[in-house]
């Protein structure tokens, strides 16, 4: 069974960093997919990164050039290293994993979330 326990959220102020941390345990088997999504209260969850089993990165528009995935198999580890965060940024952030099927990634397994909290 996957297991995937995020962790590195907390508060900062408007221009600051965090790296955010998630295990993920049997989630790097053939063809996988590993994100970070995030979900700001009242709104709707999305995708803020993604990388997968070739080291192919894709990243939300909004994130680009602030944000980093990356990814360390041989301890299981998939990061998110934030920096120049904003206000906008505040939200719970959930590690993902799950397949590439047709050049795109499907997610199936879901981490409980870390809060983010970005104050001007």
């Known amino acids: 069974q996957v297991q995937l326990v995020e962790s590195g959220g907390g508060s900062v102020q408007s221009g600051g960093s965090l790296r955010l941390s998630c295990a993920a345990r049997?989630?790097?088997?053939?063809?996988?997919?590993l994100g970070w999504f995030r979900q700001a209260s009242g709104e709707e969850r999305e995708e803020v990164a993604t990388?997968?089993?070739?080291?192919?990165?894709n990243y939300a528009d909004s994130v680009k050039g602030r944000f980093t995935i990356s990814q360390d198999i041989a301890v299981e580890r998939l990061y998110l290293q934030m920096n120049n965060l904003k206000p906008e940024d505040t939200a719970m952030y959930y590690c993902?994993?799950?397949?590439?099927?047709?050049?795109?990634?499907?997610?199936?397994?879901w981490g409980q979330g870390t809060q983010v909290t970005v104050s001007s």
């Open positions: 993902a994993a799950g397949y590439a099927q047709f050049g795109r990634c499907h997610f199936t397994f």
């Open positions: 049997r989630a790097t088997y053939r063809g996988y997919c």
């Open positions: 990388i997968d089993s070739n080291d192919i990165t």
